[in-house]
């Protein structure tokens, strides 16, 4: 296992040790950063993370959350405001909110640690960006 996979399963660990259930990604974001990861780019429809790091890039692949040819939602604002809301009380899992982005029409995102927004785009172009709060890990 080379040094870039050890060091993201390190931040990770570390992550879910201090990340509360509600409000917990900027927590989770700040310990990302520390480790040295400067972006995440989430695939949502193969649910694929590429996470880029100071020791190099790491991918993780999730379970797609499709298989074959589908329609692909058009881009609703609305509907992915209410799945960032739900994650950020609390009310949903991991999975539950790529799924929620997906029904969302969003078809990938780009967290940037470094000026802490996400970035959500949907197959026509369409984005929506939101910030989250610095916070001490």
């Known amino acids: 296992m080379d040094h870039a996979i050890k060091n993201l399963e390190a931040a990770m660990e570390r992550a879910a040790a201090v990340r509360p259930k509600v409000a917990g990604f900027p927590y989770l974001a700040e310990t990302l950063r520390q480790y040295g990861v400067t972006r995440c780019r989430m695939a949502v429809p193969s649910n694929a993370m590429l996470y880029l790091t100071g020791a190099g890039p790491v991918a993780v692949q999730g379970e797609p959350l499709v298989a074959g040819m589908v329609?692909?939602?058009?881009?609703?604002?609305?509907?992915?405001?209410?799945?960032?809301?739900?994650?950020?009380?609390?009310?949903?899992?991991?999975?539950?909110?790529?799924?929620?982005?997906?029904?969302?029409?969003?078809?990938?995102?780009?967290?940037?640690?470094?000026?802490?927004?996400?970035?959500?785009?949907?197959?026509?172009?369409?984005?929506?960006?939101?910030?989250?709060?610095?916070?001490?890990?």
């Open 71 to 137: 329609s692909v939602s058009r881009f609703d604002r609305r509907t992915l405001i209410a799945a960032l809301r739900a994650d950020q009380a609390g009310e949903t899992t991991f999975p539950e909110f790529v799924q929620g982005c997906w029904e969302a029409g969003v078809v990938w995102y780009d967290v940037d640690l470094d000026t802490r927004t996400c970035t959500y785009y949907g197959a026509d172009g369409d984005s929506y960006t939101e910030t989250y709060p610095a916070v001490e890990v």
